[in-house]
């Protein structure tokens, strides 16, 4: 059984960093992909930023030149560096991943999520 889970979430004044980490972990045989998505207040689950194979890039256009996804594949983890925070960057972010379990056919899987607000 594959399970992710994320930390480094909490309260942060704009202006501030934040730094997500997410390790997957279970009977794993291979990682396709692992990233972030966040739900903000009254919208809608937007991907973030993602690694796909070798190449990591940020996908939404709001946080461009602020967060960079980062990944270490010895530790099945990933990594949002969140810069210069704004009140709109609240919300629950959670980690996603493409992974081929020991025994399992490919599957997406989901963390339960941690919660990032900015406010002052």
């Known amino acids: 059984q594959v399970q992710l889970v994320e930390s480094g979430g909490g309260l942060v004044q704009p202006g501030g960093s934040l730094r997500l980490t997410c390790v997957a972990s279970?009977?794993?045989?291979?990682?396709?992909?692992m990233g972030w998505y966040r739900q903000s207040p009254g919208k809608q689950r937007e991907l973030v930023a993602a690694?796909?194979?070798?190449?990591?890039?940020t996908s939404a256009a709001s946080v461009k030149g602020r967060f960079t996804i980062s990944k270490e594949n010895a530790k099945n983890s990933v990594y949002l560096q969140m810069n210069i925070l704004r009140a709109e960057d609240t919300g629950v972010y959670y980690c996603?991943?493409?992974?081929?379990?020991?025994?399992?056919?490919?599957?997406?899987?989901w963390g339960q999520g941690t919660q990032v607000t900015v406010s002052s």
């Open positions: 996603n991943a493409d992974i081929r379990g020991f025994g399992a056919a490919r599957s997406g899987y």
């Open positions: 279970g009977n794993i045989l291979a990682i396709y992909a």
């Open positions: 690694c796909t194979g070798g190449i990591c890039t």
